[in-house]
T-cell receptor, first 111, second 111 residues
Framework: GEDVEQSLFLSVREGDSSVINCTYTDSSSTYLYWYKQEPGAGLQLLTYIFSNMDMKQDQRLTVLLNKKDKHLSLRIADTQTGDSAIYFCAENSGGYNKLIFGAGTRLAVHP | DVKVTQSSRYLVKRTGEKVFLECVQDMDHENMFWYRQDPGLGLRLIYFSYDVKMKEKGDIPEGYSVSREKKERFSLILESASTNQTSMYLC??????????FGPGTRLTVT
C-alpha cells in the first residue's frame, strides 16, 4: 500500500539551512506536498510540486523531487525561530486522490 | 472566508458513549476526508467520501463509521468511544486532485 516516511526530528542553528527529507512509495502520485503545523495551530500548506518537475523554489523554500528514487526534500534557507514547527510530507494517491501523510518532522531552531 | 468548519474544537466524552464529529464545507467539493493525528504517527486516513452517500475505508476505519447525506456535510461517528480514540481529528475537502482544504481540527478526549 501507500507509505510516506520521514525522520521525526531535526535540530538546526538559526541562520543555517534546514533540509527535511521524505520518501514515498506510490509512483503514480501526481502531486507531492509539504505542510507546516505550528504548536496549537492547524495544517498550513507550505508548498507543493507536480510530479513532472524536479525542483520548485519559492522564496526561502526549495523543493527537490527525485522521482526515480521516490525522494522528496524541503530546504529552508536562513532558518529562523519562526520556522520551528512540524513539517509533514504528503502524496496524493489512488483513484480518489487520497492524501497520504508521513509521520511529520519536528524542526527545532536554536540560537 | 469560511471554508471547512468542524463542529467543536474540544470535546470530552466518556467511554462507551456514541460520538458525532461534524464537518461542513462551503465550496461544493466532491471529496471529503476524515483523519486522526497522533504524535509520531502523523495524519492517518480513517474514511473518505467522493460523493453523497458514497464512502470508502481509509487506513484505520476500525471503530468508526461515517455518513454523507448532503454534499457539504461529512460526519464521523464513534459508535462506542474508547480511550484509544483520544486524538485530534481533522476533516478535509477537495475538488481537484491537487488542492485540499483542512478544518481546524477537533481534539477529542475519551475518559
Amino acid at each position: 500500500g501507500e507509505d510516506v516516511e520521514q525522520s521525526l526530528f531535526l535540530s538546526v542553528r538559526e541562520g543555517d539551512s534546514s533540509v527535511i527529507n521524505c520518501t514515498y512509495t506510490d509512483s503514480s502520485s501526481t502531486y507531492l506536498y509539504w505542510y507546516k503545523q505550528e504548536p496549537g495551530a492547524g495544517l498550513q500548506l507550505l508548498t507543493y510540486i507536480f510530479s513532472n518537475m524536479d525542483m520548485k523554489q519559492d522564496q526561502r523554500l526549495t523543493v527537490l523531487l527525485n522521482k526515480k528514487d521516490k525522494h522528496l526534500s524541503l530546504r529552508i534557507a536562513d532558518t529562523q525561530t519562526g520556522d520551528s514547527a512540524i513539517y509533514f510530507c504528503a502524496e496524493n494517491s489512488g483513484g480518489y486522490n487520497k492524501l497520504i501523510f508521513g509521520a511529520g518532522t519536528r524542526l527545532a531552531v536554536h540560537p | 472566508d469560511v471554508k471547512v468548519t468542524q463542529s467543536s474544537r474540544y470535546l470530552v466524552k466518556r467511554t462507551g458513549e456514541k460520538v458525532f464529529l461534524e464537518c461542513v464545507q462551503d465550496m461544493d467539493h466532491e471529496n471529503m476526508f476524515w483523519y486522526r493525528q497522533d504524535p509520531g504517527l502523523g495524519l492517518r486516513l480513517i474514511y473518505f467520501s467522493y460523493d453523497v452517500k458514497m464512502k470508502e475505508k481509509g487506513d484505520i476505519p476500525e471503530g468508526y463509521s461515517v455518513s454523507r447525506e448532503k454534499k457539504e456535510r461529512f460526519s464521523l461517528i464513534l459508535e462506542s468511544a474508547s480511550t484509544n480514540q483520544t486524538s485530534m481529528y481533522l476533516c478535509a475537502s477537495s475538488l481537484s486532485n491537487w488542492q485540499y482544504d483542512f478544518g481546524p481540527g477537533t481534539r477529542l478526549t475519551v475518559t
